[in-house]
């Protein structure tokens, strides 16, 4: 089997090639990422020479640069994680995230087409269902919920998922979508809220939290994830939508206030910022069609997670140090200063 893992520089598409060449010792997998800010070689160093990997920097939006790939190594699967990520990002410059999450998509599912492939794996976001209101506990996003998305990210994301179920039924592409809510775990890129906060408690730096902190998301330790995804491409039905979340709906204000209790820092660090532009106020997945087909349920408890994350941003300084020293600081001064 091989299968080719689009975006797996970055946090989750790594968190995957590390699960499945530990869980596979017979596959063979091809990571295709350009290395985008996003992006990070050093986090896949400790399987570069594993001789079942292959890292290959190209674009999924060159046609001609991933049709070379495919001729190369015959992919069996394609599991696409390759995305602009991150929401406010998208709401300065969104025409990167049309090039890639859009265009990037179709390339790579014109080069299944063309080649031939056992199944295109589209790796989404619950953003696609838009948000909840906080009134109402008892609504959850299932795979009918309509798409209704908030930002040109969650847009982007959802006109590539209305492109893979075209492809599935126009041209019979064998296709999978999952729909996932928020991750956390490590190699979590610091401009995200988890990551994000315990860099800056790390350095003593105010905790910039949007609004009133009261948006709520719903928590997912990136290994359950990632086991996820490793179900629906073996044994998912061609042609479905999965929801995959942990049903742990916490509002950011906690999240901040636990990072600051295991960290010994202060509260007095948080600072109210501006709020987000057209901020989704709670994302809930209800994961029911994952558990009952697929046997899949999320393993790893909030608590237990969020201690793991942050023993890994302690132990693993380096790694967000030289991210945060870089460009970051001109990103960081952007997005954060009179805010
Ligand atoms: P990330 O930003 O950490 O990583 C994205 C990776 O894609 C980077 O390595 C980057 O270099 C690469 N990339 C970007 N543009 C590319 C291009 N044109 N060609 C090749 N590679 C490119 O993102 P993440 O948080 O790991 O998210 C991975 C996927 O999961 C995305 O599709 C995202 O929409 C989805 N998702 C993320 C979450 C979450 O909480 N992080 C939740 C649900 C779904
Ligand atoms: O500095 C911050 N302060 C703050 O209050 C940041 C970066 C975020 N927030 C808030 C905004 C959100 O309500 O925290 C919440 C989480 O923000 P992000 O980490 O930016 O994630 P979110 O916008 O929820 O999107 C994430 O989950 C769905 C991923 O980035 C997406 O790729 C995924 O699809």
């Given amino acids: 089997m091989t299968i080719i893992v689009t975006g797996g520089a970055g946090f989750i598409g790594s968190n995957f090639i590390f699960h ?10 091809i990571c295709l990422d350009c290395l985008t800010y996003a992006g990070n070689l050093s986090t896949l160093a400790p399987v570069m020479d594993n001789p079942n990997f292959r890292f290959v920097k190209e674009s999924i939006t060159d046609r001609e640069a991933v049709y070379k790939l495919f001729e190369e190594e015959h992919p069996d699967m394609v599991v696409n994680f390759a995305a ?21 998509t179709a390339v790579l599912m014109d080069a299944c087409r063309k080649y031939g492939i056992q199944r295109y794996h589209q790796v989404s976001t619950d953003e696609v269902y838009g948000d909840l209101p906080l009134d109402r506990p008892d609504l959850f996003f299932t795979e009918e919920t309509p798409i209704h998305t908030s930002s040109p990210y969650s847009s982007s994301k959802a006109g590539a998922d209305l492109l893979v179920l075209a492809y599935h039924r126009t041209y019979g592409l064998p296709v999978t979508i999952s729909r996932c809510s928020n991750n956390y775990g490590p190699y ?17 730096k105010p905790l910039p939290v949007y609004g009133k902190g009261e948006n709520v998301r719903d928590w997912l330790y ?9 179900l629906i491409i ?8 999965y929801n995959i979340g942990g049903h742990n ?28 532009k057209g901020h989704d106020m709670r994302y809930a997945i209800d994961p029911t069609k994952i558990h009952n087909e697929l046997g899949w349920l999320p393993e790893t408890k909030f608590a237990d997670g969020i201690k793991k994350t942050i023993q890994w941003y302690l132990d693993n300084k380096e ?21």
């Fill in 84 to 104: 602009e990520s991150h929401v406010d990002r998208s709401i300065e410059n969104p025409e990167v995230f049309l090039d890639t999450n859009i265009k990037g």
């Fill in 188 to 204: 979590h890129f610091p401009e995200k809220l988890i990551p994000l906060m315990i860099a800056n408690a790390l350095n003593d």
């Fill in 222 to 230: 990136v290994e359950d994830h990632c086991k996820a995804i490793d």
């Fill in 20 to 29: 499945m060449l530990d869980k596979y010792p017979d596959y063979r997998i």
């Fill in 319 to 339: 790694w967000w140090e030289t991210i945060i020293s870089g460009e970051y600081q001109n990103y960081y001064e952007k997005m954060y200063a009179n805010r």
């Fill in 249 to 276: 709906e916490m509002k950011n204000i906690d999240i901040v206030k636990i990072i600051c209790k295991e960290l010994g820092k202060p509260e007095s660090l948080i600072t109210y910022v501006t709020d987000r």
């Fill in 234 to 241: 073996h044994k998912g039905r061609v042609g479905e939508v």
